[in-house]
């Protein structure tokens, strides 16, 4: 069992995870940063310790804020001096599907819903603090909490974490957050074309914008680039021609 | 001082992207207002953010994809369209969003760079994995990203300036065109996240209702 000071210094160099993402290790170097505390506890011999160090610097990959699961697992592991070729193996089975929860979760559903809450509080004719504020303080509640529990269940499960992930039932958060995105996307656009820019919008533009969102709700991503590509195309227009209605 | 303030949340932006702590400071909507803030501008910098975080609503950082990076560019356009003195028009805050999608696209290079550079720094000290090689490779890959992106904020900064102090006097749009032309992009680009959620068909009605709510709030303000 690791004492909670050590559990601590590793949830607090979590947040540093990616810090030396790169395309050879990915994050291997931050993952080895963040166990370095559990290590140092559990391997008083200078080799037993480099050579703990050596295998965690290795190609590792994982979301950001699930990655608890893994530090969490593979400390108890290491703790328990499993075989070396268990934890590799271990970390490879659970490196892309903590990669794809999260990517689901949290950049797929929870941010974008989030910031559209942050939006929707700016649009709305709140103080310039307000949106910002709201954003921060929601998106962070619930990958703060999310950060916490993916630690607890790490360090509680060790090699069972596959099985607590299922239970978990985490399809069903992302399916809620994206629920909620989809309202507030609905609550949004109004706000958008009655305050977009504070300054008054006049009717034939408000037509485009809701030819251009009625673009952008058929045709998804693939509408983005096309839809700036013609503002920017206007824009030169405007340089050219003077454009003044 | 207001100068080295700016480069330090710069800086700061930078890291939260991806290395740390990802709290989403470096979100446009976050970065643009706090650099406004800083520069004496929070009213329009919070508007050059919101507006950038209508357009980046569909954009998601999965896995190793490499995508414009939207908070140093937000700060950048808010701290430009303080020091330009651009007329608080909607033609200044266009320019200043053209300016910033243009910017972010090579602050985004920049940080495909960075992760490039990465790999030398993970390597660095030979084979070494003493404890102290491993935290020493972290904290430089840290810092030099911190680095990156004061600098590229601050470059954006400057360029940006430039751009505003050149284009806005000549620029002949009237206000209500530039405001409409900000509108359209914002709701389009805002529309296409509709695909993020799981698409029109699984999720109309809960956009519709959301529409509905957003008109009434309109009627009833």
Not at chain 2, 182 to 207: D, E, M, P, Q
């Amino acid at each position: 069992m690791m004492k909670t000071s050590i559990r601590l210094v590793m949830f607090l160099r979590s947040f540093a995870i990616q810090g030396s993402w790169n395309y050879r290790t990915l994050i291997g170097n931050g993952f080895a940063f963040a166990i370095l505390p559990a290590l140092r506890e559990i391997y008083r011999d200078r080799s037993e310790l480099e050579g703990g160090v050596a295998r965690h610097t290795e190609l590792f990959n994982s979301h950001p804020y699930l990655v608890g699961v893994a530090l969490g697992a593979v400390s108890e592991l290491e703790a328990q001096h499993a075989d070396p070729r268990t934890i590799e193996r271990f970390k490879s089975a659970v490196r892309s599907s903590l990669g794809s929860i999260g990517d689901s979760l949290v950049w797929a559903a929870w941010r974008p819903a989030c910031a559209l809450l942050g939006l929707t509080v700016v649009f709305a004719g709140a103080p310039w603090w307000a949106g910002p504020l709201v954003y921060l303080v929601a998106y962070n509640a619930g990958t703060l909490a999310l950060r916490i529990w993916s630690f607890r269940i790490g360090f509680r499960h060790a090699q069972g974490v596959g099985a607590v992930l299922r239970r978990a039932h985490l399809d069903r958060v992302q399916h809620a957050a994206a629920g909620a995105g989809a309202f507030l996307l609905g609550v949004v656009l109004p706000l958008v074309l009655a305050n977009g820019t504070g300054m008054p919008v006049s009717w034939p533009w408000i037509g485009a914008a809701i030819v251009a969102a009625v673009l952008g709700l058929r045709f998804g991503t693939a509408a983005r680039t096309p839809i700036l590509a013609a503002g920017a195309v206007v824009l030169i227009l405007g340089l050219l021609f003077g454009l003044r209605p | 001082m207001i100068y080295l303030a700016a480069a330090l949340f710069g800086g700061i932006v930078g890291l939260d992207g991806t290395a740390f702590p990802q709290a989403m400071i470096s979100r446009p909507i976050v970065a643009g207002a706090i650099a406004g803030w800083i520069v004496g501008q929070p009213l329009e910098g919070a508007m050059i953010g919101a507006m950038l975080e209508t357009f980046h609503l569909a954009i998601l950082p999965i896995g190793a994809a490499r995508y414009p990076e939207s908070g140093t560019a937000a700060a950048a356009a808010a701290y430009a369209f303080a020091w330009a003195n651009a007329s608080n028009t909607a033609v200044s805050l266009l320019l200043a969003l053209a300016f910033a999608l243009v910017w972010e696209r090579l602050t985004g290079g920049s940080v495909n760079v960075q992760r490039r550079v990465n790999e030398y720094v993970v390597a660095l000290w030979g084979s070494t994995h003493t404890t102290g090689a491993v935290e020493r490779r972290h904290l430089l890959a840290m810092s030099l990203d911190f680095a990156r992106g004061a600098a590229v904020t601050m470059a954006g900064a400057g360029a940006g300036v430039l751009w505003l102090r050149v284009m806005d006097p000549i620029w002949n749009l009237g206000p209500g065109f530039a405001g409409g032309v900000i509108v359209a992009a914002a709701a389009g680009t805002a529309a296409a996240a509709i695909r993020v959620f799981g698409g029109w068909s699984a999720r109309w009605k809960l956009f519709v209702a959301g529409l509905c709510a957003g008109l009434l709030f309109l009627l009833v303000r």
